[in-house]
């Protein structure tokens, strides 16, 4: 995809809340000492009256957040995954997830792809972490247009949101004229018919590449996003199990807690289906660039598509 256009995620977010913020006077955003990296900078630079740096205090952070919910704002509240799900756990719990208060987590540099900042701030457990607390929304979008209309979407919602967004450019998968984006909603981007692929993320990009590695092979597989990882599209996932009789899922977090294991708890209550899990295998990172690291760690088209002949 040399010749795709590219651009992190992260880098979507920033510029969705600078659009969101010239007609959404209600819109604040608060970061921990981080607005170059999380590029709440650019909010910040557009409307620096509603931009709140409260250092490196996170915790401290989403409870301001909080406050400023139920005061009728829409906060934004921006740090590192492993800080914002982690860190400030407790408050995402008790603080905005306990009162159902409606802050928005952007949280930025998740997954392996942080590349050579290493194992203490590769943070793949931030699905498992916001996915338990009741009534969080848990979202990981694939590419530029689906994360700025992720992020509006997060805004109209009534209630916490957990959005993962990367640090790495990744390909622009989607048309921007065409694109709708539903939370909830997962989206078919290829058909086939003998294994599904369901993917978030920087993974769909690579699972895309895996189709087209399995198709010149003569195997069929039908490719889906599913950015929304809480609450699930049931309903599509069952139909890929119907359709399809096997599926792989792929995500850049760790197989215990993420999208494979809530796709199989679905499954298996509902329809039992061989499955494969591409993802981090219950092990820390380490330090290299972040292609480097996917790669040791097993999170390529390669990959993926070794994972479809398996079930076969």
């Known amino acids: ?51 709140f740096d409260c250092g490196i205090a996170e915790c401290n952070m989403m ?23 982690g860190r400030a756990f407790e408050q995402a719990r008790n603080s905005v997830g306990y009162p159902h208060l409606n802050v ?22 931030d699905f498992a972490l916001m996915r338990a607390i009741p009534g969080m929304v848990v979202m990981s979008p694939a590419d530029d247009v689906e994360a700025r209309a992720m992020v509006q979407a997060a805004y109209e919602h009534k209630g916490p949101v957990y959005m993962r967004f990367g640090r790495s450019a ?41 189709a087209e590695q399995l198709a010149a092979e003569g195997i069929s597989v039908r ?27 792929c995500e850049e977090h760790s197989v215990i807690g993420g999208l494979g294991e809530a796709v ?8 039992p289906t061989p499955v494969r899990r591409v993802g981090v295998q219950d092990t820390f990172g380490c330090s290299g660039p972040a292609a480097k690291v996917l790669e ?6 390669q990959n993926i598509a070794q994972a479809v002949k398996d079930l076969r």
């Open 264 to 271: 199989c708890a679905l499954l298996s209550e509902k329809l």
């Open 63 to 85: 409870a301001v957040a909080a406050g400023a919910a139920a005061m009728g704002l829409v906060p934004f509240v921006s740090s590192f995954a492993m800080f914002a799900a």
């Open 104 to 125: 928005k987590i952007g949280a930025t540099h998740g997954g392996l792809s942080v590349g050579e900042d290493g194992a203490s701030h590769q943070c793949c457990e």
């Open 1 to 51: 995809m040399a010749d795709v256009k590219k651009i992190a995620t992260r880098d979507s977010y920033g510029n969705a809340l600078k659009e969101l913020g010239g007609r959404c006077d209600d819109l604040v955003v608060f970061d921990a000492d981080l607005a170059g990296a999380t590029k709440t900078g650019v909010f910040k630079k557009a409307f620096p009256e509603r931009h």
């Open 223 to 249: 490719v889906v996003n599913l950015a929304t990882i809480k609450p699930l599209d049931e309903a599509l996932v069952l139909d890929c199990a119907k359709t399809c009789g096997r599926i792989v899922t």
């Open 296 to 301: 040791h760690y097993g999170l390529t088209a």
């Open 170 to 210: 990744v390909p622009v998968i989607h048309d921007e004229a065409a694109y709708k984006f539903q939370i909830g909603k997962g989206e078919i981007l290829r058909e086939g018919a003998d294994a599904a692929i369901l993917a978030n993320g920087l993974m769909v990009a690579e699972a895309l590449a895996a």
